[in-house]
């Protein structure tokens, strides 16, 4: 059956593992070419075959690209190997991202750059890279992940809330601009997702930090993936899987002063 991703090519990247890996197997199953771009090449290769596994149709090529995002040079290159290979970008998703939980003090300071490098900029370089395209063809999508941390500032995420919210603001004001052009900009907040970052942040995050995070629900990347695509699909700006996510875009400068009175109950009982 034809979808609104047959034959189209996606990139996205971070796309080995999570939330990225989820959400390109399910666009291969809508018809989709694929390029994965992230560092490692295992996991690439290995996320590679499970993507392939799930293509709709024999012809769909699916590539994985080594890179790091953080490096202009070598994202610049990512985004013209893919395009290069398979052809056009219709869409990119940069789900690339990393996150270390932590006490600010005893955070060095070359993880608040590392992280700004990888969330922020890895992200911006790869827009600016796959975008003349776009501009050419006055058609596209570009999503940006962000997270629930780009909404609202969290206990214990000093070094990576400041980076989503970054990534809103680039959202925002690329918007209206690449409107004019044909290319739609959508920004994505994720709740909490089983995902090996997340087990990651576990092994580092402030006690408080965990007993604030600890009464939310947690998502699969696949269901996150689902309400992505279908957020892609409706041309929606914001994408907010689940009422939380949703409440919280909508209503966070509301809703600020009385997280934050709860948090504030929680570190106080933490103590």
């Known amino acids: 059956m034809s979808t609104n991703f047959d034959q189209k090519h996606a990139i996205i990247t971070g796309g080995s593992s999570g939330i990225g890996k989820a959400t390109a197997q399910l666009l291969a199953s809508e018809g989709a070419h694929i390029s994965i771009v992230a560092r490692n090449q295992t996991k690439l290769e290995a996320a590679k075959a499970e993507i392939e596994a799930l293509r709709a149709h024999p012809n769909q090529r699916v590539i994985a690209i080594s890179a790091d995002v953080a490096d202009r040079v070598q994202a610049q290159q ?33 993880v608040f750059e590392r992280t700004m490098a990888v969330n922020y900029f890895g992200s911006l370089y790869c827009i600016r890279a796959a975008l003349p395209p776009m501009q050419q063809q006055r058609q596209g999508d570009i999503v940006l992940i962000s997270s629930g941390a780009g909404l609202i500032g969290i206990y214990g995420y000093t070094t990576y809330s400041p980076t989503k919210f970054a990534l809103r603001g680039l959202a925002e004001s ?98």
């Open 78 to 110: 990512a985004m013209k190997t893919a395009i290069d290979q398979i052809g056009f970008v219709n869409l990119l998703i940069t789900s690339a991202g990393i996150a270390q939980p932590g006490y600010f003090q005893e955070l060095s300071t070359e």
């Open 174 to 271: 690329l918007r209206g601009e690449l409107k004019l052009m044909g290319v739609n900009v959508s920004i994505v907040y994720p709740p909490d997702t089983d995902t090996p970052q997340l087990e990651e942040e576990n092994k580092t995050k402030p006690i408080e930090t965990q007993m604030i995070t600890g009464t939310a629900k947690i998502w699969s990347a696949e269901k996150v993936a689902f309400e992505i695509v279908q957020g892609i699909k409706k041309k929606s700006f914001v994408i907010t899987p689940g009422l939380e996510m949703t409440l919280l875009s909508k209503l966070h400068s509301l809703l600020a002063p009385g997280i934050n009175w709860y948090m504030d109950r929680i570190v106080a009982k933490s103590q």
